[in-house]
């Protein structure tokens, strides 16, 4: 019937939005996962790039 045909669609709606709500969060978690690792690097870089100024200045104090 056209009753149950309605009830069919709206349970398949509501799985759906249940589904993209859950990958919507897992893109997210990502993003965030994401960006935390980016900021790593940044750091790490910053790091390295100081201890080349380091070891440069350094370098020519021995020249």
């Known amino acids: 019937t056209r009753h149950h045909d309605a009830q069919k669609d709206r349970a398949a709606v509501r799985a759906e939005i249940e589904v993209l709500r859950s990958e919507r969060l897992a893109y997210e978690q990502e993003g965030i996962q994401n960006r935390e690792a980016l900021?790593?690097?940044?750091?790490?870089?910053?790091?390295?790039?100081?201890?080349?100024?380091?070891?440069?200045?350094?370098?020519?104090?021995?020249?």
């Open 39 to 63: 900021a790593r690097s940044e750091a790490y870089c910053r790091a390295l790039e100081a201890r080349v100024a380091v070891l440069e200045t350094h370098a020519r104090r021995l020249e």
